[in-house]
């Protein structure tokens, strides 16, 4: 592609916002600040490897800053860039115990909040593969004026307005729908810039992966048992048996998913009921981008989006994905009833 022909994350959003002539264009700012956010953590997560060289963590660097985290790192970044921008109210994090409403007459009157899984896979850093930062956007139901309350947090995800991942790859990309659909930026390392790549992305209605930590068999029920053996069994017309990939990291295998097609299961299992991943953080963004695309995302009692959040860090179990699959899974996989 031709540098005159590049359409970067900046006009693509200001784009979007001229299709509603009422729009203030708070949300394409707050997304293009996201994508800054980005960028300042994809510059450290590329210096990961460096990190015993440079020093460890807890040792001072050259500025005189100490040396974090990534996951801490890229926290303190987006909840930074997100304080001083105008359109963000508060947070809620994986990373932190309870939401936080910044203190400040703009951001009382900002109608946005904005909750994030800062690094996603961080257990993937230390051996070289694809982590992420998946966020998720709502309009505040408090008052405008004051500061935002925990009820702007606890919304189901069908009340999303835009929700997104970057992923930390074989190249960084940023990935967010909106109502409109579902887009996709590569970043150009050497203007600095996410540049559309991939327009109105869409998942195949079928697909031939399937996505699940195997490991688990033993914690699993016997209908999510009697669902792999059905993946895993040979039937040429359907094709399969099918492929099996599990990174471990939910954006890189979210991404995988919405690329090529396929299934992503984290369920329950006897050690943990609703699953290990977080409905606000992790599934709900997911869940609203795959809905976008055309896919599907379930919790084995219904839509992911429907769910009601009663607190901030709650679990869900989920089947996203392709829409085929995701319906051919649910006709084998029954849910207990779990209390939250
Ligand atoms: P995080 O690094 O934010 O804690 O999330 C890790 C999550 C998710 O990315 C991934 O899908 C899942 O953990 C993998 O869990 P298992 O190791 O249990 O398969
Ligand atoms: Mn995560
Ligand atoms: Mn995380």
Same mark, same amino acid.
């Given at each position: 592609?031709?540098?005159?022909?590049?359409?970067?994350?900046?006009?693509?959003?200001?784009?979007?916002?001229?299709?509603?002539?009422?729009?203030?264009?708070?949300?394409?700012?707050?997304?293009?600040? +996201?994508?800054?956010?980005?960028?300042?953590?994809?510059?450290?997560v590329?210096?990961a490897g460096?990190?015993?060289?440079?020093?460890?963590?807890?040792?001072?660097?050259?500025?005189?800053?100490?040396?974090?985290k990534l996951d801490?790192?890229?926290?303190?970044?987006?909840?930074? +860039?997100?304080?001083?921008?105008?359109?963000?109210?508060?947070?809620?994090?994986?990373?932190?115990?309870?939401?936080?409403?910044? *203190?400040?007459?703009?951001?009382?009157?900002?109608?946005?909040?904005?909750? !994030?899984?800062?690094l996603?896979g961080s257990s993937n850093i230390d051996v070289n593969a694809?982590i992420?930062?998946?966020?998720? +956007?709502?309009?505040?139901?408090?008052?405008?004026?004051?500061?935002?309350?925990?009820?702007?947090?606890?919304?189901?995800?069908?009340?999303?307005?835009?929700?997104?991942?970057?992923? @930390?790859?074989?190249?960084?990309?940023?990935?967010?729908?909106?109502?409109?659909?579902?887009?996709?930026?590569?970043? *150009?390392?050497?203007?600095?810039?996410?540049?559309?790549?991939?327009?109105?992305?869409?998942?195949?209605?079928?697909?031939?992966?399937?996505?699940?930590?195997?490991?688990?068999?033993?914690?699993?029920?016997?209908?999510?048992?009697? @669902?792999?053996?059905?993946?895993?069994?040979?039937?040429?017309?359907?094709?399969?048996?099918?492929?099996?990939?599990?990174?471990?990291?939910?954006?890189?295998?979210?991404?995988?998913?919405?690329?090529?097609?396929? +299934? !992503?299961?984290?369920?329950?299992?006897?050690?943990?009921?609703?699953?290990?991943?977080?409905?606000? @953080?992790?599934?709900?963004?997911?869940?609203?981008?795959?809905?976008?695309?055309?896919?599907?995302?379930?919790?084995?009692?219904?839509?992911?989006?429907?769910?009601?959040?009663?607190?901030?860090?709650?679990?869900?179990?989920?089947?996203?994905?392709?829409?085929?699959?995701? *319906?051919?899974?649910?006709?084998?996989?029954?849910?207990? *009833?779990?209390?939250?």
């Open positions: 592609m031709s540098q005159s022909k590049l359409i970067t994350l900046d006009e693509f959003t200001i784009q979007e916002t001229r299709k509603f002539p009422q729009a203030t264009g708070d949300l394409s700012a707050l997304l293009r600040d +996201i994508g800054l956010a980005g960028k300042i953590i994809n510059k450290q590329r210096k460096l990190v015993d060289i440079l020093g460890k963590h807890g040792a001072t660097n050259v500025q005189g800053e100490e040396q974090m801490v790192y890229a926290n303190e970044t987006l909840i930074n +860039i997100l304080k001083n921008c105008t359109e963000c109210a508060g947070i809620a994090s994986e990373e932190n115990d309870d939401h936080l409403p910044y *203190e400040d007459t703009f951001s009382y009157n900002s109608k946005y909040v904005v909750l !994030f899984d800062p996603d694809s992420g930062t998946i966020f998720a +956007i709502y309009r505040r139901v408090s008052e405008l004026g004051k500061p935002c309350t925990q009820a702007d947090f606890l919304q189901p995800g069908r009340n999303l307005i835009a929700a997104g991942y970057i992923i @930390y790859g074989s190249s960084t990309m940023m990935v967010y729908a909106t109502r409109l659909g579902v887009n996709g930026f590569t970043l *150009e390392p050497s203007i600095g810039e996410f540049c559309l790549s991939h327009p109105n992305m869409k998942c195949n209605e079928k697909g031939k992966i399937y996505s699940v930590n195997q490991g688990n068999w033993v914690k699993y029920d016997e209908s999510m048992r009697n @669902y792999l053996n059905y993946c895993m069994e040979s039937n040429k017309d359907e094709g399969r048996p099918y492929t099996q990939r599990y990174i471990g990291s939910m954006v890189a295998d979210m991404h995988r998913t919405l690329i090529k097609g396929g +299934i !992503f299961m984290y369920p329950g299992d006897t050690s943990a009921p609703k699953g290990k991943l977080r409905l606000q @953080y992790e599934c709900n963004p997911m869940a609203f981008i795959m809905e976008v695309a055309g896919g599907m995302a379930v919790s084995g009692e219904g839509h992911v989006l429907d769910i009601q959040p009663t607190e901030l860090h709650q679990r869900t179990p989920i089947f996203i994905g392709s829409k085929k699959m995701v *319906e051919k899974a649910m006709e084998f996989v029954q849910v207990r *009833e779990v209390a939250n």
